[in-house]
């Protein structure tokens, strides 16, 4: 059997534990502190009944609900919260694939002696979220995955929809097409116009049919729709690349404001490659125009980066090439790939061990190595902004997370 688990209304939950004041009261969290635009991330089951929902302009859910307590996101936070959760879904089976930060799919194939059934481990998960988290959860349960996906959203929020191997198709007959993963609003107007709107209605008709109307994806909606599904949990590969970004919210040119912002972001991939034991040798900037033209550079180092001081004097030769300095710009990011493990390195030396690139590059590398390494330590008990370089004490800290 294969469980599908995801948080009930993620953000607005954790928000509504943290401050006691939230609970039954209608919460939108989305944007920045200072942001005066952006989206809505996700509402409270409290505000949704006003017809809030996630991707809806900030301003429209104002107006829909002003009563509404409107909260930015707090990416760091919820990354801790999903961490908790996937250590507790962590401990039921080794197969678990995490597709979000609320979501994950446990296959219980190999564990089922040690449990006592798969709806025993979808209630222990329930109440451990909701004891050691202090949130609540959805669950589904079936012999296949994206059936199990299916199920978890029809008794949200803190439900549990388990369907009995062999009734899948009947099960899903009554559904909407829309509520296939994958079947998105195109798709479901070209269905409907044949008169498709319920996965019953959609198991009926011939798969060339659908197929002619919607290409290949449409054979993989019929088999789903038929009760057919053989998609495999699947631990995720490691990582292999690391990209962090960040949109302002309002567009600049301001130069000073900008190199430090890309600093920051170096600071941020450099820390995560560090945490990873890894550095990368391919950089790549990307920078996003007011007028929402996206454009993305990429150089190769000869040796694999892991410390901002030598990723930022790559990227800001980078963003100079995609830049001119006086377009508005609302976006900017940093990436790395081509990831080397700092264990491989071949090299008996101590000293190259620790800063096994930064030697070749410049001769200030190991002192940056060691002063990042030592940064890290403090950063990951005090929070990334406990210590700071001070060209960011002049930007907007108020973006930085
Ligand atoms: P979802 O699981 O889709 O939504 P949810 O957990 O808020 O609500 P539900 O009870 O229906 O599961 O997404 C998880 C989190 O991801 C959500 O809390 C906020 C974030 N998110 C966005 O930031 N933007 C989006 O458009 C969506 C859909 C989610
Ligand atoms: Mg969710």
Not at 15 to 30: A, C, F, M, S, W
Not at 116 to 139: D, H, M, N, Y
Request: net charge positive; proline share 4%.
């Amino acid at each position: 059997m294969i469980i599908h688990v995801d948080l009930d209304a993620f953000f607005a939950s954790v928000e509504q534990r943290d401050n006691p004041k939230l609970k039954n009261k209608p919460v939108i969290v989305g944007g920045s502190a200072f942001a005066t635009r952006g989206v809505v991330s996700t509402a409270s089951y409290e505000a949704r009944k006003y017809g809030i929902h996630s991707g809806m302009p900030l301003f429209r859910a104002r107006m829909l609900c002003p009563q509404a307590v409107f909260i930015p996101v707090n990416f760091a936070k919820y990354e801790q919260v999903s961490q908790r959760f996937f250590s507790i879904c962590a401990s039921y089976s080794p197969l678990i694939e995490q597709a979000s930060l609320d979501e994950l799919y446990i296959d219980l194939s190999d564990t089922q002696l040690l449990w006592p059934g798969s709806l025993w481990v979808a209630r222990q998960i329930q109440s451990r979220v909701q004891k050691e988290i202090g949130i609540t959860c959805s669950i589904g349960i079936s012999a296949q995955k994206t059936l199990s996906k299916i199920a978890s959203g029809i008794h949200k929020p803190n439900g549990i929809t388990f369907v009995k191997p062999g009734v899948e198709k009947q099960f899903l007959a009554p559904l909407k097409i829309g509520d296939i993963p994958g079947c998105g609003k195109q798709t479901q107007k070209l269905l409907q116009a044949i008169k498709v709107k319920t996965i019953g209605d959609l198991a009926q008709i011939y798969p060339d049919h659908i197929m002619l109307l919607v290409g290949k994806n449409g054979l993989h909606l019929w088999n789903i729709a038929n009760g057919k599904d053989d998609t495999a949990v699947k631990i995720p590969d490691k990582t292999k690349s690391s990209s962090r970004s960040i949109t302002f919210s309002f567009d600049t040119n301001n130069v000073s404001f900008v190199e430090a912002m890309l600093f920051y972001l170096c600071q941020k991939v450099a820390f995560d490659l560090r945490t990873m034991r890894v550095g990368g040798s391919c950089i790549s900037i990307t920078v996003r125009t007011s007028e929402f033209e996206t454009h993305s550079i990429q150089c190769t180092s000869k040796e694999p980066i892991n410390t901002a001081f030598i990723l930022f004097t790559f990227a800001r030769q980078l963003i100079w090439k995609l830049w001119n300095g006086i377009t508005l710009i609302r976006l900017i990011g940093v990436g790395i790939s081509n990831f080397h493990s700092i264990e491989s390195q071949s090299t008996t030396s101590n000293q190259l061990k620790l800063g096994f690139h930064l030697n070749e590059i410049n001769k200030q590398g190991i002192k940056w190595f060691r002063l990042e390494s030592s940064l890290d330590a403090l950063r990951k008990k005090y929070g990334f902004l406990s210590i700071t370089p001070a060209v960011l004490l002049n930007s907007r800290v108020s973006y930085l997370k």
